[in-house]
C-alpha cells in the first residue's frame, strides 16, 4: 500500500462512507462542496491507498433471527510469538469468529464469536479451544442485549468541518 497524504475532505469521505457507504458519488460530492470527477478521485485513491479496506452491508440481527454472542477469553500456557501467531491462525479463518484481539494483561485473547444456539457454541469450543493442547483457560459471557454495535472509526475531523459537512447534508 502506498502512503499517501489525506486531508479534511478525504477525512470527511471517509467518516461519511463509514456511516453509509451505499451513498453515491454525486451525493458525496454535494455534501462536501467538490466536483463529482474529483469526489470520485479521492475515493478511488483512499481505496488504493489501503485506507478503504472494504464496503460491507450490515445485517439486521432481528430479521436474521435468533443468535447467541459470546465475548471469550482465551489463556494459554504459551505465550511465545509461535504459539500466539499459531492460535491466531486457526481461529481467525473460523466464520464464528467475528473480532479477535491479543489483549494485555489478564487473558492472551479476546475473541467475539457469534453462533445460532449453545450446541453451536459447544461445537465452536470443540473445534477452536478443546483441541488445542496449548489452551490453558477459556472464559466466555453470553450476551443478554446488545445495546450498541458500530464498525465505525473515530477520525480526526475538525470540529467546524464536520459541521459544515452535517449543514450541507441537511439540505
Known amino acids: 500500500m502506498k502512503s499517501i497524504d489525506i486531508d479534511q475532505i478525504d477525512l470527511q469521505l471517509l467518516d461519511a462512507l463509514q456511516q453509509d457507504a451505499s451513498q453515491s458519488n454525486q451525493s458525496l460530492a454535494e455534501r462536501f462542496n467538490i466536483s463529482a470527477p474529483t469526489c470520485l478521485r479521492r475515493v478511488r485513491r483512499l481505496r488504493e491507498a489501503g485506507w478503504i479496506e472494504r464496503e460491507v452491508a450490515i445485517l439486521s440481527t432481528e430479521r436474521v433471527g435468533a443468535l447467541l454472542t459470546a465475548v471469550i477469553e482465551v489463556s494459554l500456557d504459551r505465550q511465545d510469538a509461535a504459539a500466539l501467531d499459531a492460535f ?84
Open 88 to 171: 491466531e491462525a486457526r481461529v481467525t479463518p473460523d466464520d464464528a469468529v467475528q473480532q479477535c484481539y491479543r489483549v494485555s494483561p489478564g487473558p492472551d485473547f479476546v475473541l467475539i464469536a457469534t453462533v445460532r444456539d449453545m450446541p453451536g457454541y459447544q461445537a465452536l469450543a470443540q473445534r477452536l479451544f478443546t483441541i488445542d493442547a496449548n489452551v490453558r483457560n477459556v472464559k466466555a459471557f453470553f450476551s443478554l442485549k446488545r445495546a450498541k454495535f458500530t464498525s465505525r472509526v473515530p477520525l480526526p475531523i475538525s470540529p467546524s468541518a464536520a459541521s459544515s459537512g452535517a449543514a450541507s447534508s441537511r439540505s
